[in-house]
């Protein structure tokens, strides 16, 4: 297990060092100059070299590289261009927005997915299972900022059950922050749901004609203490994937969701920062979400390892 878990962290910091590449030369061959952005068409030359000059931005494209690199390992993401603030104190003030966000959805899509994948799965080819993948069929065909309208419609506007945006903040109390949350996590949720339930549902179904599961009920388990002694663990593996992508899209694609729901969270602040050409806060963000995805999946590769010792066997 050792040896499969420092394998994986090598891959991890390699696809770090690539992605951080990457990230820096395709932010800094985007057409459009900071410095000229902040100042507009009728800067002097002067005023604009000096403002260059106190961004840092006539340093050699290198060494810039390599001071943002460098400060990323010690906690300082650089300043903003334009609100001179530390970048790493406005990411830790969205995050706290952003976080709890993507872990409720993830939670509400795991608790729907969950029993309608099994549920599918025990009733294959009757009217239970049809009407179960025909729901997630629709939730996948549904973009999720079509059920954020449709959630504000119904709950906030109609029954006014939840605001129609806006977030109330921790210091508010927890139940005011997670009741600001509720409908843009449901919005996040339920296309997620909708694929985790037909992942759950596929899996379970190649589980259960295996050997094993024969084997099983040859025993006298009922098909129920089959699936859910020997069969669910089986089938967690493609499911682990897709949580564990879920997890890093909810973190890094609900730039939509905050912008219908006006939530300030990491998926604003990226929009806000590449409307202001602000390339510190778009480079810090970006890199800090690809983080977060690419040790979600080192975590996820442990996990196979645990539920399936075959893994660590190959390595």
């Not at 993507?102 to 309608?116: E, G, R, V």
């Not at 939730?139 to 129609?164: D, E, H, Q, Y």
């Not at 050409?277 to 778009?282: A, C, G, K, Q």
């Amino acid at each position: 297990m050792l040896r499969y878990a420092l394998k994986r962290l090598l891959s991890l910091i390699l696809s770090l060092a690539v992605a951080s590449l990457m990230i820096f030369a395709v932010i800094e061959v985007a057409p459009g100059d900071p410095a000229s952005f902040m100042l507009g068409v009728n800067a002097q030359p002067d005023t604009l070299a000096a403002l260059r000059a106190e961004l840092g931005l006539d340093v050699p494209k290198t060494e810039r590289y390599l001071a943002w690199v460098g400060g990323m390992l010690t906690g300082d993401f650089g300043t903003s261009y334009t609100y001179r603030t530390p970048v790493s104190q406005m990411i830790a003030d969205r995050m706290w927005v952003s976080l709890p966000l993507a872990l409720y959805a993830l939670t509400l899509s795991t608790l729907i997915a969950f029993p309608a994948g099994i549920y599918a799965a025990s009733r294959r080819g009757k009217p239970g299972d049809i009407a179960v993948m025909g729901a997630t069929q629709l939730g996948v065909a549904v973009p999720n900022f079509w059920f954020a309208m449709m959630l504000v419609l119904i709950f906030a506007i109609n029954l006014r059950w939840f605001n129609a945006g806006g977030f109330a903040g921790w210091d508010k109390g927890v139940w005011a922050a997670l009741h600001s949350l509720t409908l843009p996590a449901i919005a996040l949720a339920l296309p997620q749901a909708a694929i985790l339930a037909r992942v759950m549902r596929s899996a379970l179904l190649d589980v259960l004609g295996e050997d094993f599961m024969r084997t099983a009920r040859a025993k006298g388990l009922s098909r129920r203490q089959a699936l859910w002694r020997h069969g669910l663990r089986n089938a967690l593996i493609p499911v682990l994937t897709i949580i564990g992508l879920q997890f890093s899209f909810l973190l890094a694609g609900s730039i939509i969701i905050e912008q219908v729901f006006y939530l300030p969270g990491l998926g604003r602040l990226v929009f806000q920062a590449i409307s202001s050409r602000d390339l510190i806060v778009v480079e810090s963000v970006v890199m800090l979400l690809v983080f977060a995805v690419i040790v979600v999946n080192f975590v996820v590769d442990l996990a196979y390892a645990a539920v399936d010792p075959r893994l660590r066997s190959r390595t």
